[in-house]
């Protein structure tokens, strides 16, 4: 197969991996988002603190019991994506030890939850700590067979599982809290739906995993994982969930630690609606780049991704950053006020992010090999992180752990793109990002000037500010010919389209 071939199979491939993760994450999204307003609303704030306390407590657990499988997995089905055999070893000896651990971390911390949830300040949530722990066993076995689909970019299958499930559970959580039902029934709901939806990935996972089981050399792919697993636990220290527990410790008020879940939350939630289907096949497709097509084929990627990171996320939380208040208020409620301004000020951090292509530079190192930079770099900024949490907390509050994320979050893409740069040699789309944030700013005038407070001028707002995006974009043209030829590849059908936005 020629180079020309194989990048056609790899753009098409990777696009429609990415078309059909991303369409999952805009219907998953929505439901998510109605599920946040439930929950939000039949709770309150006091016990909406206590459920996020839960939730973050919940996500620990599962970076403590994950220990990187799940991006290795989807690495080195990727990296041997015509080697069945090969694939089949590297999942089944994955399987084995992921049980074995979540077997035994699981038992360990059922029986230490009441100690566990004294360190959190609150001694009540430990029934809930306890509740968690078959939680989280069910979600990190079927990881490892939801990870074994993106790997191999088979996502239609593995969407249309993922959709059932969160619908299942929005019916089912709504109706139980409309009961009376609190956090117990939500939890409950939770494990039964992931119970359903991993025996039918593992029915489907069978025809992914056909053929002899052929064996691999698995230390280097364990030095891979812990390397993953590192970095993970730094990407969870430079989160949303450590800044709660952090809130926690500190015995700050539930409903202050509600405000930020919902304000930040929100902020975090859009982002993974907005990009989070693009990075979940990005891994993938630039280790397969890498592998077939060297350096050259990977700058490529990587310029376009950060393209369409930036394209896919600033305009939106430019816009929402000026219209929050009917956003916030009117779905979540009044009681929801002070989560306004902690959405807005997170929605600025976010923003810088992708201006500086956040999440696609330590992707990058990963296709390459180059984990262990990653993990140093990641490492430096997760340490500053907790000091400047452990400093802040206790005298700002919510502010200092929201401070202290923003100036972690703003140093380590600051490195990861300084040193992705040296190794691959690629070029900053600087032009593409000057054209776009520029028309996002004229687009942002009617927002200045039109009514606010109501549904319907925000969605005024909303078709003011894309008719004048839409129509500068059209006028700056930002795409070069060689975006032009990837997205060619991937949507031959779409030419003209694109045409429009090319010089």
């Known amino acids: 197969?020629?180079?020309?071939?194989?990048?056609?199979?790899?753009?098409?491939?990777?696009?429609?991996?990415?078309?059909?993760?991303?369409?999952?994450r805009l219907i998953q999204f929505g439901l998510g988002f109605v599920l946040t307003i439930i929950i939000a609303r039949y709770l309150g704030p006091?016990?909406?603190?206590?459920?996020?306390?839960?939730?973050?407590?919940?996500?620990?657990?599962?970076?403590?019991?994950?220990?990187?499988?799940?991006?290795?997995l989807n690495r080195y089905t990727a990296k041997h994506s015509s080697e069945i055999g090969v694939i089949?070893?590297?999942?089944?000896?994955?399987?084995?030890?992921?049980?074995?651990?979540?077997?035994?971390?699981?038992?360990?911390?059922?029986?230490?939850?009441?100690?566990?949830?004294?360190?959190?300040?609150?001694?009540?949530?430990?029934?809930?700590?306890?509740?968690?722990?078959?939680?989280?066993?069910?979600?990190?076995?079927?990881?490892?067979?939801?990870?074994?689909?993106?790997?191999?970019?088979?996502?239609?299958?593995?969407?249309?599982?993922?959709?059932?499930?969160?619908?299942?559970?929005?019916?089912?959580?709504?109706?139980?809290?409309?009961?009376?039902?609190?956090?117990?029934?939500?939890?409950?709901?939770?494990?039964?739906?992931?119970?359903?939806?991993?025996?039918?990935?593992?029915?489907?996972?069978?025809?992914?995993?056909?053929?002899?089981?052929?064996?691999?050399?698995?230390?280097?792919v364990y030095i891979f994982s812990m390397s993953l697993w590192l970095n993970n636990g730094i990407n969870f220290i430079l989160s949303k969930q450590i800044d709660i527990l952090f809130l926690?410790?500190?015995?700050?008020?539930?409903?202050?630690?509600?405000?930020?879940?919902?304000?930040?939350?929100?902020?975090?939630?859009?982002?993974?609606?907005?990009?989070?289907?693009?990075?979940?096949?990005?891994?993938a497709a630039l280790s397969e780049a890498y592998a077939k097509g060297g350096y050259e084929l990977l700058r490529r990627g990587w310029s376009t991704i950060i393209k369409l990171g930036l394209v896919l996320s600033v305009p939106a939380f430019a816009f929402l950053i000026f219209n929050a208040d009917v956003l916030i208020t009117r779905f979540y409620g009044e009681d929801y006020t002070p989560s306004i301004i902690l959405f807005q000020v997170f929605s600025y951090i976010v923003i810088f992010m992708r201006i500086l292509g956040g999440g696609v530079h330590i992707t990058t190192l990963y296709a390459v090999g180059r984990e262990r930079l990653a993990l140093i770099l990641r490492a430096i900024s997760g340490g500053f992180n907790i000091v400047l949490a452990l400093i802040l907390i206790p005298f700002y509050g919510v502010w200092g752990a929201l401070y202290a994320t923003a100036l972690a979050t703003v140093l380590v893409i600051s490195l990861e793109l300084f040193f992705t740069r040296r190794i691959i040699q690629g070029k900053f789309p600087l032009s593409f990002t000057l054209k776009v944030l520029a028309a996002v700013a004229v687009g942002l005038i009617p927002s200045f000037i039109l009514p606010s407070g109501s549904f319907l001028w925000f969605f005024i707002r909303g078709i003011?500010?894309?008719?004048?995006?839409?129509?500068?974009?059209?006028?700056?043209?930002p795409l070069e010919e060689s975006d032009l030829g990837l997205l060619d590849k991937a949507f031959p059908k779409m030419h003209r389209f694109f045409a429009l936005f090319s010089r």
């Open 46 to 72: 006091q016990l909406q603190g206590d459920y996020a306390t839960i939730t973050s407590y919940g996500f620990l657990l599962i970076l403590i019991i994950t220990l990187g499988f799940d991006d290795t």
């Open 464 to 477: 003011a500010f894309l008719l004048i995006f839409g129509s500068l974009v059209y006028l700056a043209k």
């Open 248 to 283: 926690s410790i500190f015995a700050l008020p539930s409903d202050k630690i509600a405000f930020y879940h919902i304000g930040v939350g929100l902020a975090v939630s859009l982002n993974m609606l907005l990009y989070s289907g693009l990075f979940g096949v990005s891994l």
């Open 1 to 24: 197969m020629g180079e020309g071939t194989q990048e056609r199979s790899l753009a098409h491939k990777a696009t429609w991996g990415y078309l059909w993760n991303q369409g999952f």
């Open 88 to 220: 089949k070893g590297i999942f089944f000896h994955m399987l084995r030890w992921r049980l074995v651990i979540a077997m035994g971390a699981g038992l360990f911390l059922f029986i230490l939850s009441p100690q566990i949830s004294a360190v959190f300040a609150r001694p009540y949530l430990s029934f809930y700590f306890r509740l968690t722990v078959p939680v989280v066993f069910i979600t990190v076995v079927s990881s490892l067979f939801e990870n074994l689909f993106v790997g191999r970019l088979k996502m239609k299958a593995l969407t249309i599982v993922r959709l059932f499930g969160s619908g299942l559970n929005l019916a089912l959580v709504f109706y139980l809290l409309y009961l009376g039902y609190g956090i117990t029934a939500i939890m409950l709901v939770t494990f039964g739906v992931s119970a359903i939806s991993f025996c039918v990935l593992v029915y489907l996972s069978q025809r992914e995993l056909a053929g002899l089981l052929k064996s691999l050399p698995m230390k280097p």
